[in-house]
C-alpha cells in the first residue's frame, strides 16, 4: 500500500529519530496513526514471501485463535487415515494399481466438517479441569489441514509390506504378524524421522519450495476463502465446475469405453504385426506412440501429478522413459542382447535359459535356503533384458543422484547448513514461531 503524502514509516523514526524533528512530518504519522490503528502491524502483514509462486498460493497471515484438534478433526482423520491405508494398500498387489491420494481427502472431508459443525451439540464440558466441547464452532481451515495430514501419513504404501508379502508368497516363509508389524513401523518411522531432523534445513528456508504442498494449499484456500479470479466467479466455483466435469468425464473411459485409457496407434495399424504389438502394447509392450484419454493413466505416468511438478521435471521424467523404453530397450531386445530375445519384451518375470518361468522352489532347501546343488543342475537365472537395465539403472540413480547434488548443490547445501541459525526469517516462519516447536527427540 503506497504512504501517505509526506509520511514516513515508524520503523524509520525508531532508527534515525533525529532525522525526523520536523513538527510537520511528525504530524503527518500521527495522523496516519490515528486514522489506521493498525498501521504498526502493517509491515508485518504486507510482508510476503520472495517467490511468486508461494505468495499465489500460501497466506502470509495466520489466525492463531482457530482450534486445529477439535473433535471433528480427530474422527476425520483417523477415519481416513484408516481407510486410505485399507485401500491403498489392497489395490496395490493389482497389476495396475490404484491409489487414492490426498486430494481425495481434501474433498471429503470438507463436506463432512461442515455437516458434523451443524449437527454437533456445542455444550461445553468440563474433565480433569480442562475444557472441551464438541463443536467449538464452525468447521475453519486448520482442521482442514489437520484432518488431511492425518490421512497423508498412509497416503504412500509402506516399502517394508513388500518384504513380507514376497517373503510369504514366493518362499512359503512368514515372519510372523508381531515382527511383521515391528519391521513396517521401523522402517516408516524412520523416514519420519529423518524428516523432523531436516525439517531445519527443508522445510524453514524460504527457498525450500516444494510444489506439490502448493496445490494442496491452494485447495485449502479455495475451500475456506472467497477469492474472485479477476471474473465474474470466485476460486471456489470455478474449483466446482472442472470438478463436476472431470468427475463425469472419468465415467466414460472408465466405465463405458476403457478402450479409451490405452489408444496404441501401433496396435491398430497394424494388429497382427508381432513387432507392433510388442512396441505398442500399454501392458506387455513398451507402449511406444500411445496416447491416453484417462488421467488417471497420465498422472499414474509420472511420481506425481503433472500439474503440480515443475514443467522441466515432467519434460525430464519423459525423455527418459522416451530413452529408456523407447530406445534403449527395442535396441536390446532385439539385438539379443544377454540371450533375452526367446522372453517377453517387457515383463518382471524370472525365466531358465530355455525360456520357460523360473520356478524358485526347485532351488530352495526346507528352510527357504539356497541349495546350491539344486540351482547348478536346475540352470542358472534370468532376467529380462528391460527388467535387467531398470533395476541395473535404478542403483546407479541413487549413487547418481548423489554425485549430481555434490558437484551441483553442494555449496548451496553447505551455506544452508551454516545459515540454519543466524538466516533472515521469512514470514512463514516468523509465523510458524508463535507455536511451540516439537523436539528434536
Known amino acids: 500500500m503506497a504512504d501517505a503524502p509526506g509520511a514516513r514509516h515508524l520503523d524509520d523514526f525508531a532508527d534515525t529519530p533525529q532525522q525526523y524533528s520536523s513538527s510537520t512530518q511528525y504530524l503527518d504519522v500521527e495522523k496516519l ?43 476425520l482423520g483417523i477415519i481416513f487415515c484408516a481407510g486410505l491405508a485399507f485401500v491403498n494398500q489392497f489395490y496395490w ?84 504378524f508381531g515382527p511383521s508389524i515391528l519391521f513396517i513401523l521401523t522402517s516408516q518411522i524412520m523416514g519420519y524421522s529423518f524428516a523432523g531432523l531436516s525439517r531445519k534445513f527443508l522445510v524453514y528456508p524460504a527457498a525450500m519450495i516444494w510444489p506439490v504442498n502448493l496445490v494442496s494449499v491452494t485447495l485449502f484456500r479455495t475451500f475456506h476463502e472467497v477469492q474472485t ?20 468425464w472419468y465415467f466414460i473411459p472408465g466405465v463405458i469405453f476403457p478402450a479409451l485409457g490405452f489408444l496404441s496407434i501401433l496396435c491398430f495399424i497394424a494388429p497382427s504385426n508381432v513387432i ?17 484419454l484417462d488421467w488417471s493413466y497420465i498422472s499414474s505416468a509420472y511420481t506425481q501429478s503433472p500439474i503440480a511438478i515443475p514443467w522441466i521435471y515432467a519434460c525430464n521424467v519423459f525423455a527418459g522413459f522416451v530413452i529408456i523404453m523407447w530406445i534403449a530397450t527395442p535396441i536390446g531386445y532385439y539385438k539379443n542382447t ?28 526346507p528352510n527357504s535356503m539356497l541349495d546350491e546343488a539344486k540351482y547348478a543342475t536346475y540352470g542358472p537365472l534370468r532376467m529380462t533384458f528391460t527388467f535387467a537395465l531398470t533395476y541395473g539403472l535404478g542403483f546407479a540413480g541413487l549413487i547418481n543422484l548423489l554425485v549430481y ?19 533472515d526469517e521469512d514470514i512463514h516462519l516468523k509465523l510458524m514461531r508463535k507455536y511451540k516447536e516439537v523436539p528434536h527427540w
Open 276 to 292: 507392433a504389438n510388442q512396441l505398442g502394447d500399454a501392458f506387455h509392450g513398451v507402449g511406444m506412440l500411445n496416447f491416453s
Open 405 to 423: 547434488v555434490a558437484l551441483y548443490h553442494g555449496k548451496d547445501i553447505v551455506q544452508r547448513v551454516r545459515q540454519a541459525r543466524s538466516m
Open 229 to 248: 479470479l479477476g471474473g465474474r466467479f470466485t476460486r471456489t466455483q470455478v474449483f466446482w465446475m472442472f470438478f463436476i466435469g472431470s468427475f463425469l
Open 93 to 176: 498387489f493389482r497389476e495396475n494399481s490404484i491409489s487414492l491420494g490426498g486430494y481425495v481427502v481434501q474433498l471429503l472431508s470438507f463436506p463432512l466438517g461442515y455437516l458434523m459443525a451443524l449437527v454437533l451439540p456445542t455444550t461445553r464440558y468440563r474433565t480433569f479441569g480442562w475444557e472441551w466441547t464438541l463443536n467449538p464452532g464452525p468447521f475453519n481451515i486448520k482442521e482442514h489441514v489437520i484432518i488431511s495430514i492425518f490421512a497423508g501419513t498412509s497416503v504412500s504404501t509402506a516399502y517394508g509390506i513388500d518384504v513380507v508379502t514376497i517373503k510369504r508368497m514366493w518362499y512359503k516363509s512368514e515372519l510372523g
Open 33 to 75: 496513526v490515528n486514522q489506521r490503528p493498525d498501521f504498526a502491524n502493517e509491515a508485518e502483514e504486507e510482508e510476503d514471501s520472495p517467490f511468486e509462486m508461494v505468495r499465489a498460493a500460501v497466506s502470509n497471515r495466520d489466525n492463531i485463535d482457530l482450534p486445529c484438534l477439535t473433535f471433528r478433526s480427530w474422527v
Open 338 to 365: 544377454w540371450n533375452t530375445g526367446i522372453m517377453p519384451m517387457y515383463t518382471a518375470s524370472l525365466y531358465q535359459t530355455n525360456g520357460s518361468k523360473f520356478d524358485i522352489h526347485q532351488v530352495m532347501t
